[in-house]
C-alpha cells in the first residue's frame, strides 16, 4: 500500500549526478558523497550506494552514529566523519573503521587511546578553520601541537586536511572571501607530510573554483539536485513529495479558513484538505504564498498550515476526488514544485527542505513506487 503522505526518492537520478560531478573534476582528483543528515533526507544507505554507483570515492556523515549506520548496512567504502571527535565517540569510531576529524592534540590522543585498547590502527584528518568559525584550528601553534602529538602515537595516522569555505555561494565579496580561505588554508598546510588527502571544496566551490579542487571534492547538495551557484546544468532532483486529498467541501463567500481566522473566502470556492501539515515537516511559514499541484495544476494553500492536514483551493480544477494526489515537491503535469520554491515561501534554505519530513512521512524510492502501481 502507498503511504499517503510519502517522499519519494529516484536513486537513478542520485546516481546520474554523481556521475556527472565525477566528470567535472580531473580524474586525478577523489570526490567525496557527503551523506550525512540522512543523507539530505534521501536516506543515508541508498544514498551512499546509488553515489558509489556513479563513481563516488568516499562517503562523509557528521557523526559516528550515522557512519555505523553505513558500515551495518555493509557499506566498505572509507566514511569520514565531519564533526569533531569526541570521547564518547572516539572507540566506536575506531571499532567501524571511520576516518575520524581532529582539531586538538586532545583529540589526537583520544583516538590514540581508543585505537590502542582495540589493538588496531586508525586514520583521522585535519580540519583548519580558515574562516568558518566553527570547529578545526586556527594557528599555527595548534597544527604544530598536534604533528607533535602525532608522532608519539603509533595507532593514528595523519591521512587527510581539511577546511570548509562559508560563503563559496555568495557575491563577489563572498568570491574573494573563499580565496581567502583557500591562500590560508594552503599556507596552513605546508608543513603537513606529503601525500595526504587535501581537501576543501564544497558543492558551490566545485561549479565556481575548479582550480581549488587539490586531491579530493565534497559533493553535498549538488548531490541532490540543487547546485547552489548558478549556471550548473545537467543535476536532476532526487526527490519529489505527495500527500492524499482527503476531503473535499464547498464553501461560501465570507467563510474562513483555519486558524486565526487569517483566510476568509471571497466569493465561494472549492477546496480540498490534504493530509500533511507541519508535523510532516511542512513549513507553517511558507503556507499562505504557496500551492500545491493537483491534476497537472496550481492549487493555492489557503489558511495557516495545520499540525497535520492543510487546505488548498480547488475551485479552477475539475473532477477533484478525496482519495486524488497532491504533488507538495515535484511535477504534475506541465507544473513543479522545486525545493528552492517551497524555500523561498518559507525563508529558508533547499538544504532545509529535503531534511524536513518527520518520521511519519513515508519514503518509497522510484522503482517500488512504480511496482507498487502496476
Known amino acids: ?74 557499506i566498505t567504502a572509507p566514511v569520514l566523519v565531519l564533526g569533531a571527535v569526541t570521547a564518547c565517540d572516539a572507540a566506536n569510531g575506531v571499532k567501524y573503521d571511520l576516518i575520524q576529524t581532529v582539531c586538538s592534540d586532545e583529540m589526537v590522543l583520544l583516538c590514540e587511546k581508543a585505537a590502542a585498547e582495540q589493538q588496531k590502527q586508525t586514520e583521522v584528518h585535519l580540519k583548519v578553520d580558515t574562516g568558518m568559525g566553527r570547529i578545526g584550528i586556527r594557528s599555527e601553534a595548534e597544527r604544530d601541537g598536534i604533528l607533535q602529538a602525532l608522532k608519539s602515537c603509533s595507532h593514528v595516522r595523519l591521512t587527510g586536511v581539511f577546511t570548509h569555505f562559508s560563503d563559496a555561494d555568495g557575491e563577489e565579496e563572498g568570491m574573494l572571501y573563499t580565496r581567502e580561505q583557500y591562500e590560508r588554508f594552503l599556507k596552513m598546510i605546508e608543513p603537513l607530510p606529503k601525500g595526504i588527502i587535501r581537501h576543501c571544496c564544497n558543492s558551490a566551490a ?133 525545493a528552492e520554491d517551497l524555500a523561498a515561501w518559507a525563508g529558508t534554505i533547499s538544504y532545509e527542505i529535503l531534511c524536513s519530513s518527520s518520521g511519519r512521512v513515508g519514503r518509497i524510492y522510484k522503482e517500488a513506487e512504480q511496482e507498487r502501481r502496476k
Open 206 to 338: 566545485i561549479h565556481r573554483f575548479p582550480e581549488m579542487a587539490l586531491d579530493m571534492v565534497r559533493a553535498g547538495i549538488s548531490l541532490y539536485g540543487y547546485p547552489p551557484v548558478p549556471g550548473t546544468h545537467g543535476l536532476l532532483p532526487c526527490m519529489s513529495w505527495k500527500a492524499t486529498i482527503s476531503y473535499v467541501k464547498e464553501l461560501e463567500a465570507d467563510a474562513y479558513v483555519s486558524y486565526g481566522r487569517t483566510y476568509r473566502s471571497p466569493h465561494p470556492i472549492r477546496t480540498a484538505t490534504i493530509t500533511c501539515g507541519y508535523a510532516d515537516g511542512y513549513h507553517r511559514a511558507g503556507g499562505e504564498k504557496g500551492y500545491v499541484l493537483i491534476h497537472g495544476k496550481k492549487a493555492k494553500i489557503i489558511g495557516r498550515i495545520c499540525m497535520d492536514q492543510m487546505i488548498a483551493d480547488i475551485s479552477g480544477i475539475e473532477n477533484v476526488q478525496p482519495g486524488d494526489e497532491a504533488v507538495l515537491l515535484g511535477t504534475s503535469g506541465n507544473e513543479s514544485i522545486t
Open 1 to 74: 500500500m502507498i503511504p499517503r503522505n510519502r517522499r519519494i526518492i529516484d536513486p537513478a537520478a542520485i546516481e546520474s549526478n554523481m556521475r556527472l560531478i565525477r566528470s567535472s573534476v580531473p580524474a586525478t582528483v577523489r570526490v567525496l558523497a557527503v551523506v550525512k543528515a540522512d543523507g539530505y533526507g534521501h536516506g543515508a544507505v541508498e544514498t551512499a550506494h546509488a553515489a558509489i554507483a556513479g563513481g563516488a570515492d568516499m562517503l562523509a556523515v557528521a557523526a559516528v552514529s550515522e557512519g555505523i549506520q553505513l558500515r551495518e548496512a555493509g
